[in-house]
């Protein structure tokens, strides 16, 4: 039997957190480190901490998803992060970050060199979790649209599960795009947080 010595776990570690994308700043945001103020940022944490235990039992269902959805500045990306964070620290399970816009611009800016564009979008489909940080910021174009539902409906047939982050609310995501708006509610139906109105814009306090 081959043990593996300290320093190639260590390496391996290593790998796994920077394939990850996740930066050490970004790791700072714990589950500890949000502070709920009412019942909604309660109910937030809450559902993050319930999804992430359950996680072993729902991995494999249609369920098996958590969305963040609606006001600025309300936590999503923290509670996103926190969730990423303790996936790969106490579970090892490699999830990706990706940062929506800026992935999604560097898709298209690739657009014509194919082995590359398949490379990027399989990273996404493929993760084991992926993470989609503040889809939809900004204004999308059909290319956009054309791309996210390759990777959400690749993930969707796949029973990959996701971490979405959105200013859209449930209803806003699937007038906007219904095809990838109702694949991500069924997905994420059971861990579904909604935040709403400036009061909960951690920002302004
Ligand atoms: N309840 C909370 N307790 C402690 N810190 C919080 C809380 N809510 C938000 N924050 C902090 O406020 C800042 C904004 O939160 P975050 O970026 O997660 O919001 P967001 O909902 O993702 O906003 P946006 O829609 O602009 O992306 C972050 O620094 C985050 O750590
Ligand atoms: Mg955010």
Same mark, same amino acid.
């Given at each position: 039997m081959v043990i593996p010595c300290k320093c190639q776990e260590l390496e391996k570690v290593k790998r796994v957190w920077k394939s990850s994308g996740i930066n050490s700043e970004q790791a700072k945001h714990t589950f500890a480190g =949000? !502070?709920? =103020?009412?019942g909604i940022t309660q109910l937030a944490k809450e559902t993050a901490i319930k999804y992430y235990k359950d996680f072993g039992d729902? !991995?494999?269902?249609? +369920?098996n998803s958590i969305a963040f959805l609606? +006001?600025?500045?309300?936590g999503k990306t923290h509670l996103s992060i926190a969730l990423a964070v303790n996936f790969l620290e106490n579970k090892k399970i490699p999830a990706i970050y990706m940062p929506y816009r800026d992935t999604i611009t560097s898709i298209k800016q690739n657009m014509l060199d194919k082995e590359y564009y398949v490379k990027q979008l399989s990273r996404y489909q493929l993760a084991k979790i992926l993470l989609i940080d503040d889809l939809f910021k900004g204004k999308v174009t059909e290319s956009d649209f054309n791309i996210m539902f390759e990777i959400i409906n690749y993930r969707y047939l796949n029973y990959l599960p996701i971490i979405v982050s959105s200013e859209f609310t449930a209803d806003r995501l699937l007038d906007f795009d219904e095809a990838v708006g109702s694949r991500i509610i069924q997905m994420c139906k059971d861990y579904m947080v909604q935040i709403e109105g400036k009061d909960n814009n951690y920002r302004l306090k």
């Open positions: =949000y !502070k709920p =103020y009412n729902i !991995k494999e269902t249609r +369920q609606g +006001q600025v500045g309300s």
